[in-house]
């Protein structure tokens, strides 16, 4: 394929230079930039709750909490974990994700632009 027949595609030393292609703004990928870091960072803390919850209260903290029985079924804490409390929290942290996220979007993404 010819240069001509690519369109505004431009050349590969465009793609990998940002000062010699005009369509990139470098404040655009500054800001793009923040904003994947502060997401990724969002789904870190997220995972870590979810796996702290799961692992932790579930398997290693499952002795140490079946002596406390669960405030509705009756059940040990630590079995109730296991079974149900991780799978409440993860819909919680899904709800939690989407309602940062649509925080996230409104802050970078005001004009509608993403």
Same mark, same amino acid.
Do not use: C
């Given at each position: 394929?010819?240069?001509? #027949?690519? $369109? &505004?595609?431009?050349?590969? =030393? ?6 010699? /292609? ?7 990928? =500054?800001? @793009?930039? =923040? ?7 969002? +789904?870190? !803390?997220?995972?870590? !709750?979810?796996?702290?919850?799961? *692992?932790?209260? %579930?398997?290693? *903290?499952? #002795?140490?909490? @079946? $002596? ?5 079924? $009756?059940?040990?804490? $630590? *079995?109730?974990?296991?079974?149900? %409390? =991780?799978? *409440?929290?993860?819909? +919680?942290? +899904? ?6 996220? /649509?925080?996230? &979007? #409104?802050?970078?993404?005001?004009? %509608? &632009?993403?």
């Amino acid at each position: 394929m010819a240069s001509s #027949d690519r $369109g &505004d595609m431009g050349t590969e =030393s465009n793609r990998e230079n940002p000062q010699q /292609n005009p369509q990139k703004n470098p404040k655009e990928s =500054s800001g @793009h930039r =923040s904003y994947w870091r502060k997401n990724l960072q969002l +789904i870190a !803390i997220l995972l870590f !709750i979810w796996a702290f919850v799961s *692992f932790g209260m %579930g398997l290693a *903290f499952a #002795d140490a909490l @079946h $002596g406390i029985l669960a405030p509705l079924p $009756g059940t040990p804490l $630590g *079995f109730w974990f296991a079974q149900q %409390g =991780s799978i *409440f929290t993860f819909v +919680i942290l +899904i709800w939690v994700y989407a309602w940062r996220m /649509n925080k996230l &979007d #409104d802050e970078y993404f005001a004009d %509608g &632009d993403e």
